[in-house]
Nanobody
Framework: QVQLVESGGGLVQAGGSLRLSCAAS????????MGWFRQAPGKEREFVAN???????YYSNSVKGRFTISRDNAKNTVYLQMNSLKPEDTALYYC????????????WGQGIQVNVSA
């Protein structure tokens, strides 16, 4: 049984920073890709960033240059460092696991709220 548990969300002023963490259990972590997605009220869920098993990251244009994704395979944890936050970054953020490193995310966390005030 795969479990993904996010932490680190909260309320921050625009221009501030937050770091999200996602701890994975129940499956080999290092062989897969990990990703972050988000969903704002009234909008569809969108891709934020992912990091392949090789360690190579990929970002959406909306967060490139502001967010950094990283992983610690020894801790089965993926991180999302979010800097220069904007009110439009407000959303429920989800962690996801792609166990076969092929771009298909089969496992999802429950999500964690990030609120950025103007």
């Amino acid at each position: 049984q795969v479990q993904l548990v996010e932490s680190g969300g909260g309320l921050v002023q625009a221009g501030g920073s937050l770091r999200l963490s996602c701890a994975a259990s129940g499956r080999t972590f290092s062989a897969g890709a990990m990703g972050w997605f988000r969903q704002a009220p009234g909008k569809e869920r969108e891709f934020v960033a992912n990091i392949w098993s090789s360690g190579i990251p990929y970002y959406s244009n909306s967060v490139k240059g502001r967010f950094t994704i990283s992983r610690d395979n020894a801790k089965n944890t993926v991180y999302l460092q979010m800097n220069s936050l904007k009110p439009e970054d407000t959303a429920l953020y989800y962690c996801a696991l792609d166990p076969t490193d092929n771009g298909r995310f089969d496992y999802w966390g429950q999500g964690i709220q990030v609120n950025v005030s103007a």
